[in-house]
């Protein structure tokens, strides 16, 4: 998706039929498509292709041959099982940018094994660390693995039609989850690797900040961050408590971090005192990263996220006006390419047969009434 907002033409291949997975992962559906779908496949063009049919793997490798990137998320080893693994499709296209994105990477003891969001975040202790701190493990409210390992692809790629400009060459690349989600467990990880600290959860607390977490008000959260001495200062003054930034207890993060739970009570009984509402006045302006924990009514109604124009709409040929969240970052060069609706299965076939490939009329014909390929017609 984000190389389409900046101007790729993407072709997603889809298995004739039910085509990709997440189109069924419903409800809510908008008419036949699925939200999640809807959400995950702006910019593409879908062709339905037969990777059974001798045909259809043909068409496939003439795709290549005509392509920049090749990006696939197969089973390591059940691609070339059909001719289309990097070495063949290098030979085709020595240009190519070949991506293969997996659960676990292209070599080791499970690359066997799939890979979903949940059980990367599992297997690479994600979900040992997010929860509550006396509570059992939990996924992120989205598949963060996931969309860190694509926000990782999107980079890789970048890096190597670079390095082909430079060189001439393609290029295989190797992004999977466990790696991803192994990559950003961070100061986590650094904690254990380095300390022996063995991880837990702390809910929305953190474990070398405090204060920095969820506090509770007399109607719902605020969410206050002090990295630092000074803004613990003023906390303490915005909350009407001098006295705890006098404590020698609190004096600096480390000594806070030693005496958490004192200094938590104390906090907790004051936020409790006011609404949400009062407490975000009172911190406006002072140079404190604070702010509420919203619902989604209340995000799309933020004003900041208003301004910053982080939602496109589309017209969908079957669903009709859709609305998702666009790509966190802009440029002040360049404008994003106006949004293309995620697209029906197979709805571009002939298009890119014809457009892409330059086959004739009779040809697609041919392809489309032995099955190695189907046209979605729009109503």
């Given at each position: 998706m984000n190389l389409g907002d900046l101007g790729a033409e993407v072709i997603k291949v889809e298995r004739p039929g039910a085509g990709d997975d997440t189109r069924a992962w419903g409800p809510p559906f908008a008419g036949r498509e699925s939200i999640y779908f809807l959400s995950v496949n702006r910019n593409k063009k879908s062709i339905a292709i037969n990777m059974k049919d001798s045909k259809g793997v043909k068409v496939i490798k003439e795709l290549a041959a005509a392509s920049d990137v090749f990006v696939e998320n197969f089973v390591p080893g059940k691609l070339a099982e059909m001719g289309l693994g990097y070495e063949d499709i290098k030979k085709i296209a020595p240009h190519i940018v070949y991506c293969s994105i997996t659960g676990y990477g292209q070599t080791g003891p499970v690359v066997q094994r799939g890979g979903y969001d949940s059980i990367a975040a599992a297997v690479s202790g994600l979900m040992h660390i997010t929860g509550h701190e006396d509570g059992e493990p939990v996924r992120s409210g989205v598949a963060m693995t996931d969309l860190a390992t694509g926000l990782y692809t999107y980079g890789a790629i970048m890096a190597g039609l670079l390095q082909r400009y430079k060189t001439g060459k393609g290029l295989h690349i190797d992004c999977n989850l466990l790696s991803t989600q192994v990559a950003c467990l961070t100061?986590?990880?650094?904690?254990?690797?380095?300390?022996?600290?063995?991880?837990?959860?702390?809910?929305?607390?953190?474990?070398?900040?405090?204060?920095?977490?969820?506090?509770?008000?007399?109607?719902?959260?605020?969410?206050?961050?002090?990295?630092?001495?000074?803004?613990?200062?003023?906390?303490?003054?915005?909350?009407n408590l001098p006295e705890v930034s006098k404590d020698s207890r609190y004096k600096t993060n480390t000594l806070r971090v030693q005496n958490r739970k004192e200094l938590i009570d104390i906090l907790s009984t004051r936020f409790s005192e006011k609404a949400t509402i009062e407490w975000l006045q009172l911190f406006e302006g002072s140079a404190v990263p604070y702010g509420p924990i919203n619902n989604m009514q209340q995000v799309f109604s933020d004003p900041q996220v208003l301004h910053n124009g982080l939602v496109m709409e589309m017209n969908h040929p079957t669903a009709g006006k859709i609305a998702v969240p666009g790509p966190g970052v802009r440029y002040s060069e360049f404008a994003m390419a106006h949004p293309k609706p995620p697209p029906l299965v197979g709805q571009h076939t002939v298009e890119i047969l014809k457009s892409v490939l330059g086959y004739e009329d009779d040809a697609i014909e041919e392809l489309l009434c032995t099955g190695a390929v189907a046209q979605h017609e729009v109503r």
């Open positions: 100061h986590v990880a650094a904690n254990y690797l380095n300390c022996k600290i063995e991880a837990k959860r702390w809910g929305t607390a953190h474990g070398s900040i405090v204060p920095y977490q969820a506090f509770k008000t007399k109607d719902g959260y605020i969410v206050v961050g002090a990295g630092n001495d000074h803004q613990f200062v003023t906390v303490c003054k915005i909350l």
